[in-house]
């Protein structure tokens, strides 16, 4: 087994803190990586504090990982030693049943096994995530980050950029479309540059206008503050593809209003109720309410192909792991834009 360095919470109400794992021997179909950086997913802080249940500790947060290949496998041909690798939500699944054959990984019938508070496919041992030194995947799981790439912003790709970029294929995103995009965090931000350089016209929508200069730098032709009821009446009808990435208590009713006839809404995020839906804010102009979860391996090499040739990585605050607990808080107060991203370095010094 490997000794590695890391960072975990003990318990939900326990500050994250220097800890020790183990893992595994690469096998001959295995990547090691050495991690350089992992980015600070808000999902991170609601698993470490147990705020969604089923967690398991101690837990080593992290599936925005992004490093250099150490060692590999007698079997591996994608990737060389000195490669920069990364791992997103999921380590493995079954290999074998339909989502799993469609490339659509993340909906494995028997449950995929997701990089940390979860485990490995033997349902026995734990995963642990990328607040650590290194990890070893198997190369199916592993993605290339492409030449070109900042490694630090393109670590949160992992996860808030593959939750964006899904969503926009699948309701293909082109030149001309109208693109709202609910909340402007570090899902939001991602949605807008995506949005923005696939030719759709953006608009966001925020509750605070103080992220107006930040949206326009970003790629949105628009701003409008949703506390004001008079921007539902201004924008009805307005948009072909809503992407709402807010997790707090909103009205979903209002904003399908925004919604042009055949137009979709598409939850990313994760409020913590929910949310009653009109039959009727659906039936009057054939709107669609969808839902959206991160995307398979082909997709997220896809997406980071995309985004090496388009330029875009995500927007970070790079930190030491020491201020992991207080990134957290500054998470949860929205003080942050729009990603953390940890120096892995400073776990080894």
């Not at 307005?238 to 909103?250: G, W, Y």
């Not at 042009?260 to 990313?268: D, E, L, T």
Request: with cysteine; proline share 6%; hydrophobic share 35%.
């Amino acid at each position: 087994m490997l000794k590695t360095p890391a960072y975990a919470a003990a318990s939900a109400k326990s500050p994250l803190a220097p800890y020790s794992i183990e893992r595994r021997q690469p096998g001959p179909n295995d990547v090691l990586i050495d991690i350089l950086y992992c980015g600070v997913c808000h999902s991170d802080i609601h698993q470490a504090r147990g705020e969604w249940g089923q967690s398991s500790f101690p837990m080593v947060p992290g599936h925005e990982i992004v490093g250099r290949v150490k060692q590999v496998g007698e079997r591996v041909g994608k990737f060389k030693v000195g490669d920069l690798a990364g791992v997103g939500c999921f380590v493995d699944s079954c290999r074998e049943c339909d989502p799993c054959r469609r490339g659509l990984e993340q909906f494995c019938e028997k449950g995929a096994a997701f990089t940390y508070n979860s485990t490995e496919m033997d349902r026995r041992t734990p995963t642990y995530g990328g607040y650590s030194t290194q990890i070893v995947v198997a190369e199916r799981y592993t993605l290339k980050i492409p030449a070109g790439l900042d490694p630090a912003g393109a670590a949160p790709l992992l996860c808030a950029g593959i939750t964006t970029y899904s969503p926009l294929r699948q309701w293909n995103c082109k030149k001309g479309d109208r693109v709202a995009v609910v909340g402007l965090g570090g899902l939001g931000h991602m949605a807008v540059k995506l949005a923005a350089s696939m030719g759709a016209e953006v608009t966001v929508l925020s509750t605070s206008r103080s992220k107006e200069a930040d949206a326009r730098r970003l790629g949105a032709q628009a701003f409008e503050i949703t506390k004001d009821e008079a921007t539902f009446r201004k924008l009805a009808k307005r948009f072909d593809l809503i992407i709402d990435t807010v997790s707090a208590p909103h009205d979903y009713n209002k904003y399908l209003g925004l919604l042009r006839p055949q137009g979709a809404m598409v939850i990313v995020g994760v409020p913590p109720e929910p949310t009653p839906v009109a039959a009727f804010s659906l039936i009057a102009g054939n709107r669609r309410l969808a839902g959206s979860a991160i995307g398979g391996i082909p997709e997220t090499q896809e997406m980071l192909d995309y985004c090496a040739r388009n330029k875009i990585v995500s927007d970070i605050e790079i930190i030491p792991v020491q201020k992991i607990n207080e990134a957290y808080e500054r998470t949860i107060r929205g003080d942050v834009r729009y990603r953390f991203v940890i120096d892995i370095g400073s776990l080894k010094q």
